[in-house]
Every structure is written in C-alpha cells, then in structure tokens.
Nanobody
Framework: QVQLVESGGGLVQPGGSLRLSCAASGSILSSNVMGWYRQAPGKQRELVATITSGGSTNYADSVKGRFTISRDNAKKTVYLQMNSLKPEDTAVYYC??????????????WGQGTQVTVSS
C-alpha cells in the first residue's frame, strides 16, 4: 500500500510564500513523475507543476516564475515552493505521483490535499 502525505498549507497574505511537502511511503519500487495539482471552489482540478525522476520540470503558465517544484528521491518527497502568492492561488493543493510498487504495478496515487488560502 502506498500513501502520499502532504503538509505545509495554510493562510498567507498576498505576496507571501509557502512551501508544500509531499512524502510517499509504502511498498514503493520507484517513483516516476511527481506533481502538484490544485482545485479551487467551483472549479476543476488543474495541473500546477510536475517533475520527473531525472529532474525535468513542467509548470502551468499561471505559476511560472513564482512556483518552484523540486524533489528528493532518497526521501521520496516532492516540494512546491510558492512565492509571490496571489488570491487566485487559493485552492486545495494535491500531490500526485506515478509509482511502481514492489509487485511491479505502475499506477497513479493522490494525497489527501492541503488547503492554501491567500488573503489579507
């Protein structure tokens, strides 16, 4: 069984920063792409950023230049550094990872989500 546990959300003023973390645990053989998605009230879940095991990154246009995704493969952890936060960044942020378990099954897993609220 695999678990993704997120942390680091909270309330921040516009222009502020937050760092999200997501740690994977369980019967993991390898973790390929890891990423962050978000879902604002009344909206569909959208991609924020992804990172491959080799370190290649991809960002949504709305966060380019403000957010940075990184990962520590040894710790099976992915991070999202969010700077210059805007009210429109308010959402529940979800970690997602494509993981191969020890039984050689490859599938995607989701974390439980962490709330990020940007407000003065």
């Amino acid at each position: 069984q695999v678990q993704l546990v997120e942390s680091g959300g909270g309330l921040v003023q516009p222009g502020g920063s937050l760092r999200l973390s997501c740690a994977a645990s369980g019967s993991i053989l390898s973790s390929n792409v890891m990423g962050w998605y978000r879902q604002a009230p009344g909206k569909q879940r959208e991609l924020v950023a992804t990172i491959t095991s080799g370190g290649s990154t991809n960002y949504a246009d709305s966060v380019k230049g403000r957010f940075t995704i990184s990962r520590d493969n040894a710790k099976k952890t992915v991070y999202l550094q969010m700077n210059s936060l805007k009210p429109e960044d308010t959402a529940v942020y979800y970690c997602q990872s494509l993981i191969k378990t020890v039984d050689w099954v490859l599938r995607g897993y989701w974390g439980q989500g962490t709330q990020v609220t940007v407000s003065s």
